[in-house]
Every structure is written in C-alpha cells, then in structure tokens.
C-alpha cells in the first residue's frame, strides 16, 4: 500500500527539485546549499549501483567538497564550453526515515555546445534521502543524493553534477 503523504510535502519536494535543477543549469554557485553540511553526493553508473558497488564516477562528502567541486568547474577544469538542462519527473517517496523521506525521482540532463549540437548527456533515476531544514531551499534539503546514471558511460565528460 502507498502512503498517502501530505500534499504539502509533495509539493515542497516537486520545488525542490524543480531549483536543484535550475540551480545547476544558471546559477552553480548555489548547488551546494541545497545539502545539508554533511551530505553525501555521488554519482553511479546503473551496472555498478545494481550489484552493490557504489564505486562513485563523482563523489563529494559535506558542502565543503561540493563548494570545492564548483570552483574547479569555474576556474581550472578545461573543458568545451556547454550548457546544460536538467529535467526531473515521477519524483515520489519512497519512504520515511527518522529525519526525513526516501524520494526518488527520474532524471533527464541536456547538453547544448557552441557548435549548436543538442543532446541527451545523461538519464537515470537519483535515490535521495530528504530531510526538513527550516533554512534549505523550501524548508528541505538533501540528506544523501545517489544518482544513478543509466548505461554505463557518459557521452561525454562528467563536468557538471546530475
């Protein structure tokens, strides 16, 4: 049986999500601050994360690494100049913790270059413990973010979060 979560909570995780992406799209400098101070990040290829091997192709633990990730994006990763867009859709809980909910949520991540290519960089679904902070983004922030990329590669560099 699915639990009947409040329309308010599923609301507030629909925004959150919906500024996560934003966020990373327009306005890096503010993903970390959608994590609590100690919140694990990692991203993982499908074919790993199902045999139980969360061997990370990203990995950062606490906002300190994802602040540190953020500034080697601005000022000394070298990379083709691109934008992308991240989408997200069936999010829904899956649980609650002591602290907080279980979400899942699908994700889909487009890539644009200066040469006028789009394509689809990445999909696959992020697993995420969610926990109420009165000072996160719509009074939430992520606990834990596990995306988990479908395929085992990415097209191609991983510069960007998920």
């Given amino acids: 049986m699915i639990a009947a979560w409040p329309l308010e909570l599923r609301l507030s995780l629909l925004a959150l999500y919906d500024d996560y992406g934003a966020a990373i799209d327009d306005d890096l400098e503010r993903w970390p601050d959608f994590f609590t101070p100690n919140a694990v990040y990692r991203v993982v ?11 990370p192709t990203m990995w950062c633990e606490g906002r300190g690494m994802m602040a540190d990730r953020v500034t080697a994006i601005r000022r ?19 649980g609650e913790t002591s602290e907080g909910w279980n979400v899942q949520a699908h994700f889909l991540v487009g890539e644009s270059t200066p040469d006028g290519e789009s394509r689809v960089f990445a999909m696959g679904r992020s697993i995420d413990v969610v926990v109420r902070d009165g000072d996160g983004p719509h009074g939430l922030r ?21």
């Fill in 45 to 55: 290829a499908r074919e790993n994360f199902e045999r139980g091997r969360l061997w």
């Fill in 76 to 94: 000394t990763s070298v990379y083709v100049p691109r934008q992308m867009r991240h989408f997200f859709s069936c999010i829904r809980i899956t």
């Fill in 142 to 162: 992520f606990a834990e973010k596990t995306c988990v990329y479908d395929g085992n590669l990415i097209q191609s560099s991983l510069i960007y979060p998920l």
